[in-house]
């Protein structure tokens, strides 16, 4: 039987080849936000969630293009079952964070790539005032605003070596290790 890091990595291997118009395939994508936060000192859970907040699109049918629009509720609804909500919740706030981000900074609004351009308008454009006291309500927003953040600035550039999937697999072994802090499907 394999372990749920083994079936995460075949999902991987199996799809990350995938870009949905950023230039970068989902696999180097998720592993360059992974190495931006590691860089940064985060806690290994928020690495995690860095790593994995894009697994939503490999979940659904794609919407378009440009992937599931709504996927952070779908990597969140499935990293819960086998990991603590220090990961599960900042990948499934990574969405919001955008429309939150948009919404209180029009720096990061014009920073955006054409490709979350088009999906912030598919995923509600940004957020309204009562919409932005909810998200920052939530006890994981800042973690899911660090997370975008280092998606955006870091998680979609060209050229970039980042580490193989073997340097965090540990880290996800260790994390998932710990049912009970996952909640049950």
């Given at each position: 039987?394999?372990?749920?890091?083994?079936?995460?990595?075949e999902?991987?291997?199996?799809?990350?080849?995938?870009?949905?118009?950023e230039g970068?395939?989902?696999?180097?994508?998720?592993?360059?936000?992974?190495?931006?936060?590691?860089?940064?000192?985060?806690p290994?859970?928020?690495?995690?969630?860095?790593?994995?907040h894009?697994i939503?699109h490999?979940?659904?049918?794609?919407d378009?293009?440009?992937?599931?629009?709504?996927?952070?509720?779908?990597?969140?609804?499935?990293?819960?079952?086998f990991?603590?909500?220090?990961?599960?919740?900042?990948?499934?706030?990574?969405?919001?964070?955008?429309?939150?981000?948009?919404?209180?900074?029009?720096?990061?609004?014009n920073?955006?790539?054409?490709?979350?351009?088009?999906?912030?308008?598919?995923?509600g454009?940004?957020?309204?005032?009562?919409?932005?006291?909810?998200?920052?309500?939530?006890?994981?927003?800042?973690?899911?605003?660090r997370?975008?953040k280092?998606?955006?600035?870091r998680?979609?550039?060209?050229g970039k070596?980042?580490?193989?999937?073997s340097?965090?697999?540990?880290?996800?072994?260790?994390?998932?290790?710990?049912p009970?802090?996952?909640?049950?499907?």
């Open positions: 039987m394999s372990s749920i890091v083994d079936e995460i990595e999902l991987y291997a199996r799809r990350g080849h995938e870009s949905y118009g970068v395939t989902m696999l180097e994508h998720s592993l360059l936000t992974a190495q931006a936060a590691e860089q940064a000192g985060a290994d859970a928020l690495v995690a969630a860095c790593l994995l894009d939503g490999f979940l659904e049918e794609a378009d293009a440009y992937g599931v629009h709504d996927h952070g509720d779908a990597s969140g609804d499935y990293l819960a079952r990991f603590p909500a220090s990961v599960s919740e900042p990948a499934r706030l990574h969405v919001a964070a955008k429309r939150y981000l948009c919404a209180a900074d029009t720096e990061y609004v920073a955006l790539s054409d490709a979350s351009r088009y999906t912030l308008e598919k995923q454009g940004p957020m309204s005032p009562v919409e932005r006291r909810e998200f920052e309500a939530n006890p994981y927003h800042r973690d899911g605003v997370l975008r280092w998606e955006d600035s998680g979609k550039h060209t070596q980042p580490p193989d999937w340097h965090f697999r540990s880290l996800l072994e260790h994390l998932a290790a710990s009970a802090q996952a909640t049950s499907a």
